[in-house]
């Protein structure tokens, strides 16, 4: 090709970004010396010495190749874009529905619909007919009691308070023990700063407030050490403190609203695919369910380790049995969690807002269970689906940082008038509707058979 003919293609199309190419406007036009018309015409010389004339027709023809070749070029990238665009379309499209579905399947949801974690029921707290009665001596963990005493004279020199389990409180002449626990150790929880633990202080009153610890296999003293005045001699008092247990948990439903449901149900999941083998059966997946619990866990310092049980009717099977707080089982208002689901391994700690120590009126979790069915069909032929969900757990304890003090869990009422009962599991039922059942009246054969 010829130099002219060169630089006739660059200057005939010009690139517009990466990957497209548009008709010049003078396309239409006819190449320099040729009509848009066929005819031999006449010729011109060789570029180069040697080479045989070139003709008009060749000239043209040549013209012609170039405009055919871009034009394919330009149509190429022409329907690539188009393509993209379809693709990003149905992309989107699909994405939409996927998010329809969810929204009108709510058992497919594994996060609470609440508009925010206020929005989340809490089940009551129930009071406990059968706890005994709490006092200074027999605290409930995380309540403030005061403790005094009056020293006659008057006059004296310190009342030194501190909590000891060190049974040797004075080993020798005015040797006092230094096994002294520390605010925030293993059984003071909290007490008056000034006080506590002040050998050369003179309050004769002292707010404490205790951790979970039994009192009874370990005797816990609250000691009184007061020296007269000017330092002449000394006596000695002591407080024994075993606290008074009202660990409870309760436990109900939660609806995908965030609404406290004492008698909850939920339609079954609508069926996740049904695919022919080709041949006699129907292969059936009837998908899963999720469903919510909230738990309720009141008067407890620190933290509780649960323990979950489950089980459901009717063929089903129980997946995962998780837990979160209240702010962390939602779906926000842009679509997205806020936080993540904790196995049953995970203790669940008291707020930040309570100071460690949750009294009465408790604090609850969310619980969700998820629910496959499988090839479970579960229709109105049969009965419905019942979840059984229990709940039980331990609390904290301090003397040893762990959960191992099995005298420290939840309370129940006792079968009969008498004394609270512990390591009771709590319990609450999510019913599960039955899908439609259908019938035929095809004397023969009837309906392929379905397989899981």
């Known amino acids: 090709m010829s130099q002219n003919q060169k630089i006739s293609k660059q200057t005939m199309f010009e690139p517009i970004g990466d990957d497209t190419v548009l008709l010049n406007p003078t396309q239409g036009k006819a190449p320099p010396g040729c009509s848009r018309s066929p005819g031999l015409g006449r010729g011109h010389p060789p570029e180069n010495k040697g080479d045989p004339p070139v003709t008009k027709t060749q000239h043209c023809d040549e013209y012609k190749y170039i405009n055919k070749y871009q034009k394919l070029i330009y149509y190429k990238h022409l329907i690539l874009f188009i393509m993209k665009k379809q693709i990003l379309f149905l992309a989107l499209f699909s994405l939409a529905l996927i998010f329809a579905s969810s929204k009108s399947y709510g058992q497919y949801i594994n996060y609470v619909e609440a508009a925010s974690a206020a929005a989340v029921g809490c089940t009551p707290a129930l009071p406990l007919t059968c706890a005994s009665a ?22 004296f020199s310190s009342i030194h308070w501190f909590v000891t389990d060190e ?17 925030n150790g293993s059984y003071v929880l909290t007490a008056t700063p000034a006080a506590y633990n002040q050998p050369a202080q003179t309050a004769a009153t002292l707010d404490i407030s205790w951790k979970s610890f039994n009192g009874t296999t370990t005797p816990v003293l609250l000691v009184a050490y007061v020296t007269g005045a000017s330092g002449c001699s000394d006596n000695i008092e002591v407080f024994r403190i075993e606290p008074t247990f009202a660990f409870t948990l309760d436990i109900a439903g939660v609806l995908f609203d965030g609404t406290v449901d004492t008698t909850p149900e939920e339609c079954l999941s609508p069926v996740e695919s049904a695919t022919y083998n080709g041949t006699t059966s ?48 939602i779906l926000n208002a842009a679509g997205v969690a806020t936080g993540d689901w904790n196995a049953a391994t ?4 008291a707020s930040v807002a309570s100071g460690g120590a949750v009294g009465s009126g408790g604090e609850c979790v969310v619980l969700r269970v998820r ?36 005298a420290l ?3 129940d009422e006792p079968a009969v008038a008498g004394a609270c009962v512990n390591n009771i599991t709590d319990e609450e039922t999510f019913t599960l509707t039955p899908r439609p059942s259908l019938t035929t009246t095809v004397a023969v054969g009837g309906f392929e058979p379905k397989l899981p």
């Open 371 to 406: 629910v496959d069915h499988g090839g479970t069909e579960l229709d109105a032929s049969a009965a419905a689906a019942v979840v059984t969900v229990g709940v039980n757990g331990v609390m904290y304890n301090a003397a040893t940082s762990d959960y191992s003090n099995l």
């Open 282 to 329: 129907l292969v059936m997946d009837y998908g899963e369910n999720w469903v919510f619990f909230t738990v309720n866990a009141a008067n407890f310092v620190n933290s509780w380790l649960p323990t979950f049980t489950a089980s459901v009717t009717g063929g089903s099977t129980i997946g995962t049995v998780e837990w979160a707080y209240a702010s962390e089982a």
């Open 346 to 349: 995970v203790p669940i700690d």
């Open 134 to 155: 709490a006092d200074a001596l027999h605290p409930l963990p995380g309540q403030v009691y005061p403790y005094s005493v009056t020293v006659t004279p008057g006059t």
């Open 409 to 411: 869990t939840d309370l």
């Open 167 to 183: 049974l040797n409180v004075i080993a020798s002449q005015a040797a006092l023990t230094t096994d002294i626990d520390a605010v």
